[in-house]
C-alpha cells in the first residue's frame, strides 16, 4: 500500500500518493533551482503552483480521489520543463494556432482600460487593436446608443484577467512555465515603471515650488 500525502499547492489542499509527491515534489525543488537568480523568481513559483493546483482540480473534478503519479506527469507535460523557461517552445507555436482559431477565453483587460477593459478584452479576443474596438463602440454610440447598453452587459457578464493564468489566457498563450516566467517579468517591469513616473513627478512638483 502506498503512503498517501497531504499538501497544500497554491492554496489547495490535495491528497497525493508517494510516488506523485516525489516526483512533484523534485519537479518543483528543480524549478527553484532553475529561478534561483532570477528577479522575481517568489512570484514566478507562486503562480506556477497556482497553475498546478487549477489542473489538479480539472482533472479529479468532482470525484473524491489521489493524486497519481500520471496527474502530475500530466500536469509536467502541459507546463513544460524547467529548461524551457525563457525559450520559444514547440507549445509556444500551438498557441500561434489558438489564437488563429480564436479558441482563447474572453476577458476585461484592466491594465489597458479606459473605462472597464471591455475593448481591449475584445480586441485581444477578435485580435483587433483596442483602438478600433473603442471607435467602433463611440460610433454606435453616436448612431444609436445600443452599444452604451452592450458595453454594461459586457463589463458585469465578462469577468477581468486578474490572475497571470487569466491574462495569458486572455491572449490565446498557452499557460507554460516559459509565458508564467514572461507575464510575471511583464507585471514587476510595469509597476516598476509606474513607480518610477510616480517619483519623477514628484520630483518635478516640488521643484515647481
Request: aromatic share 8%; proline share 2%.
Amino acid at each position: 500500500m502506498k503512503k498517501t500525502y497531504t499538501v497544500n499547492i497554491g492554496g489547495f489542499v490535495f491528497s497525493i500518493d508517494e510516488d506523485a509527491f516525489n516526483k512533484l515534489d523534485k519537479y518543483l525543488n528543480e524549478l527553484k533551482r532553475h529561478l534561483k537568480n532570477n528577479p522575481g523568481s517568489t512570484e514566478i513559483i507562486e503562480d506556477i503552483e497556482g497553475r498546478i493546483a487549477e489542473l489538479f482540480k480539472e482533472n479529479l473534478k468532482d470525484r473524491k480521489e489521489v493524486i497519481s503519479l500520471d496527474d502530475v506527469e500530466k500536469v509536467i507535460d502541459i507546463l513544460g520543463k524547467p529548461g524551457d523557461i525563457g525559450e520559444e517552445s514547440e507549445e509556444n507555436a500551438q498557441g500561434e494556432k489558438i489564437r488563429d482559431g480564436r479558441v482563447k477565453r474572453l476577458y476585461r483587460d484592466t491594465d489597458d482600460r479606459m473605462i472597464g477593459g471591455v475593448c481591449s478584452g475584445l480586441g485581444y479576443y477578435f485580435n483587433l487593436d483596442s483602438t478600433w474596438v473603442r471607435i467602433a463602440f463611440a460610433i454606435t454610440i453616436l448612431l444609436s446608443g445600443v452599444s452604451v447598453v452592450a458595453y454594461l452587459i459586457l463589463w458585469i457578464v465578462v469577468p477581468p484577467a486578474n490572475t497571470i493564468t487569466e491574462k495569458i489566457e486572455m491572449r490565446g498563450d498557452p499557460v507554460n512555465l516559459s509565458n508564467i516566467e514572461k507575464t510575471v517579468k511583464e507585471e514587476m517591469n510595469k509597476v516598476k515603471t509606474e513607480f518610477e513616473d510616480f517619483v519623477e513627478k514628484i520630483k518635478n512638483y516640488f521643484k515647481k515650488k
